[in-house]
């Protein structure tokens, strides 16, 4: 299920689609802007959050879907590539949830968009947070260990080189050196292509599908955790913005 049909964010719809049908209306009437309530734009960027963190999390969950092949018998590139691309773009999403999630909690508590959507952002909700809603401060934690050892692949793949381990030097070894070749006989005569392929997949979802569900629970419990006190604001009220 979507984050987005969580009933405390799904209570945001309404407001959701009144601000749009207004965005709509202006834009038919050839003006440039409209005017919202403080609410509906309370509720925009609360649901906007949400939808961001959504889209993070099924990206990974199609990447998992690619990762459980065992082949890609329509493609020219061979099996360790795909496998090494796959893992790749799952590295950069997992860790992209975690901020997607403190960037949920920062607008929850009507920080500034400007003031968390940068470098020390982070560090601004995380002190923010501690002193109104320390459970939410604890969840966010356990989401940043539950990532911790992947930080490190994460920034090898964004910043040094792509991904590989040993079982996949092994697997790229066989593919580019021919598997009818007598040095990759050595290798295949102890374990199969096939096989060492298959090692290779299940080892990537063991690890990979237990950390997705690991801080998809934790976004459910984030949410679960903050308290939307301004999603009753009448129109036209102004919240004090921290």
Request: with cysteine; glycine share 4%; charged share 20%.
């Amino acid at each position: 299920m979507s984050h987005t049909e969580n009933p405390n964010i799904k209570q945001f719809f309404p407001l959701v689609t009144d601000s749009l049908s207004k965005g709509m209306a202006a834009l038919s009437n050839g003006d440039s802007s409209y005017h919202a309530s403080s609410t509906e734009i309370y509720a925009q960027n609360i649901f906007s959050r949400v939808n961001e963190i959504d889209n993070a999390l099924k990206n990974m969950s199609i990447t998992m879907e690619y990762l459980r092949k065992k082949s890609y018998e329509d493609s020219e590139y061979n099996f360790s590539e795909h496998h090494a691309h796959h893992i790749e773009n799952l590295l950069l999403k997992l860790t992209s949830v975690v901020d997607r999630s403190y960037l949920l909690a920062g607008s929850t508590i009507l920080m500034e968009s400007s003031k968390i959507e940068n470098q020390n952002g982070k560090n601004k909700i995380k002190k923010a947070l501690l002193n109104s809603y320390p459970i939410s401060a604890a969840i966010l934690e356990e989401m940043n260990n539950v990532v911790a050892e992947l930080r490190e692949p994460r920034n090898k793949v964004a910043h040094q080189a792509g991904f590989s381990n040993k079982n996949l030097c092994v697997l790229q070894a066989i593919e580019n050196a021919g598997i009818e070749s007598i040095s990759v006989k050595e290798i295949t005569d102890q374990m199969s292509y096939d096989s060492i392929k298959e090692v290779v997949s299940d080892e990537s979802i063991e690890q990979y599908e237990t950390i997705l569900l690991a801080v998809d629970k934790l976004v459910t419990d984030l949410i679960n955790s903050l308290s939307f006190v301004y999603a009753g604001l009448l129109p036209g009220e102004t919240p004090n913005e921290n």
